[in-house]
């Protein structure tokens, strides 16, 4: 099994960050130049508790779908998805939302586990975590942009809000941590 643990300091409210990544829209918007698109989801595009998205990706030159399910949803403080479908094993990301002085310290879980017995565990420790790490940064990084157009967007007149700043890390289940970079940005 692989767990990556991800922070990300944002200077909004937590109702705001957490708004942003339950919505499917912006994160249309945040996947699109990895090639990666939402199937199905909720015609509100928002997601809430008991609410299905699917997925459709390229990874290794094969084109994946995968299933998930919102299984924990306490606004605005966190919510789960679990896969229901899909190239893994398991698959569960966390997503929780703490407010912290200036912003919200967002922090997202992702464990999963590669299938194939013998064979996963040994891709889990050659190229699936790294890969992993990748990915799970640049949809961080993804996150800034899609933050920033929501909220310069008709959000940030009805929120009152422009944008922080972020500093993201990737922690591994190893305690690796990898600096994902910083952007600055004005808030009003």
């Not at 994160?27 to 015609?43: D, F, L, N």
């Not at 924990?72 to 403080?77: E, G, I």
């Not at 899909?86 to 999963?112: C, I, N, P, Q």
């Not at 008709?154 to 994902?180: C, M, T």
Request: aromatic content about 8%.
């Amino acid at each position: 099994m692989i767990q990556l643990t991800v922070e990300t300091l944002i200077l909004a409210s937590p109702e705001v960050c957490f708004d942003m990544a339950r919505d499917m829209n912006a994160h249309a918007k945040t996947m699109a130049s990895s090639g990666e698109r939402i199937v199905a989801c909720p015609p509100s595009g928002m997601l809430e508790m008991g609410d299905e998205v699917t997925f459709e990706a390229r990874h290794f030159w094969i084109r994946l779908r995968l299933s998930a399910r919102i299984v924990h949803f306490d606004p605005p403080f966190s919510f789960t998805d679990e896969m229901l479908s899909g190239a893994f094993k398991s698959l569960r990301h966390e997503h929780r939302f703490k407010a912290v002085d200036g912003g919200t310290l967002m922090t997202d879980v992702v464990a999963l586990s590669a299938p194939f017995g013998p064979i996963g565990w040994l891709a889990e420790r050659i190229f699936l975590r790294q890969y992993m790490e990748e990915g799970v940064g640049r949809a961080e990084i993804g996150v800034e942009g899609a933050l920033r157009s929501w909220e310069l967007g008709a959000r940030s007149a009805e929120l009152g809000i422009d944008v922080g700043s972020r500093i993201g890390n990737v922690i591994s289940d190893k305690g690796d941590h990898k600096k994902l970079g910083a952007l600055n940005w004005k808030r009003n």
